[in-house]
């Protein structure tokens, strides 16, 4: 369970087998996905999310659920005021050799429904100093392996700063510089920061995934390949979304029922969009800063949700994003 004083609320939702295959840290392969989180506390996460072709290959609007990490893990790292990214690279060992020192690097969204302006492609020289840096943090993911004992094979908390816990590689937090952008190799900042009170805000936040194959001048000024979003909830859990292009549609409330203490709130759902119900018992309070409660995926019928309350009167609202 996810430690409250940490922020976090809820446990991470589990995932069908072989609905995302991953790789490991320590077996890991060129061109499998890192997300990595960090926090203002001690420590990174490192997770290896699995093979960039799990999420190239997926079909528009499918959602795959990241369950490389667990709640305790992301516990060490907070939810709250926390910064994370996704991203890898292709090295000169990839074939064809048009594809060598690709990056795949998120980039977080100003809007939540509108997608950011991509990062654009550099020369594959450019490119490579980039990777170079990126995969020092594998590497020093990999030397951590024994730091904590809630890691596992696809996910690594880390000393945020590197020290004497490292010999080949360097902490996320290090190796991504203090102008978030891996050492003044890359163009910008790749990670997305949630809100200090992001548990509670009822919000996700989402950062798009782009696709950067080498150009032959730098200044070719040659936009990057948009290949969908990732999602981060507020109960934890991150969800890649591939090639979105059907809006979100607003739900429509169908029913409240009560049992014991137990409220069931059944409402309609688009194909895609997170629809997050938040209640109060106080409607002084804005819609904007109503508790988050649960949160479910749209799959074009009728969702439900639940809410356990003893209070003789609660008020809910449905959000669509």
């Given at each position: 369970m996810f430690n409250k004083r940490s922020g976090l609320i809820a446990l991470l939702v589990c995932f069908a087998a072989?609905?995302?295959?991953?790789?490991?840290?320590?077996?890991?392969?060129?061109?499998?996905v890192l997300i990595c989180f960090r926090g203002p506390g001690a420590n990174d996460l490192v997770v290896d999310a699995g093979p960039v072709s799990t999420f190239t290959n997926a079909t528009p609007n499918q959602r795959i659920t990241v369950a490389q990490y667990t709640g305790s893990q992301l516990a060490l790292v907070g939810t709250n005021a926390i910064s994370w990214s996704a991203f890898t690279w292709f090295d000169d060992t990839v074939s064809p050799v048009s594809a060598q020192w690709t990056l795949f690097i998120s980039k977080a969204r100003a809007s939540l429904n509108t997608q950011s302006s991509p990062w654009k492609a550099s020369t594959s020289a450019s490119q490579m100093n980039v990777g170079g840096i990126m995969s020092e943090i594998q590497l020093g993911a990999l030397d951590n392996i024994a730091y904590n004992p809630v890691n596992t094979a696809?996910?690594?908390?880390?000393?945020n700063i590197t020290d004497a816990n490292y010999t080949d590689g360097e902490s996320y937090?290090?190796?991504?510089?203090?102008?978030?952008n891996f050492g003044d190799t890359f163009q910008g900042d790749p990670e997305n920061t949630?809100?200090?009170?992001?548990?509670?805000?009822?919000?996700?936040?989402?950062?798009?995934?782009?696709?950067?194959?080498?150009?032959?001048?730098?200044?070719?000024?040659?936009?990057g390949t948009f290949l969908g979003y990732f999602e981060f909830n507020t109960n934890g859990v991150m969800t890649y979304v591939a090639y979105p292009s059907v809006a979100v549609v607003a739900p429509t409330i169908i029913s409240i029922v009560r049992t014991g203490t137990t409220n069931t709130i059944t409402f309609t759902t688009g194909p895609t969009g997170t629809y997050t119900l938040c209640g109060t018992n106080n409607l002084a309070v804005a819609r904007t800063n109503w508790p988050a409660i649960s949160a479910?995926?749209?799959n074009s019928g009728q969702r439900s949700l639940t809410d356990m309350d003893n209070n003789g009167s609660k008020f809910y609202i449905i959000t669509a994003q």
């Open positions: 072989g609905e995302l295959c991953a790789g490991t840290i320590a077996d890991y392969a060129v061109g499998d696809t996910a690594v908390i880390e000393p937090n290090d190796a991504l510089g203090t102008d978030n949630t809100l200090s009170h992001f548990t509670t805000s009822g919000m996700v936040v989402r950062s798009d995934f782009y696709q950067l194959t080498p150009t032959s001048s730098p200044y070719a000024n040659v936009p479910i995926s749209g």
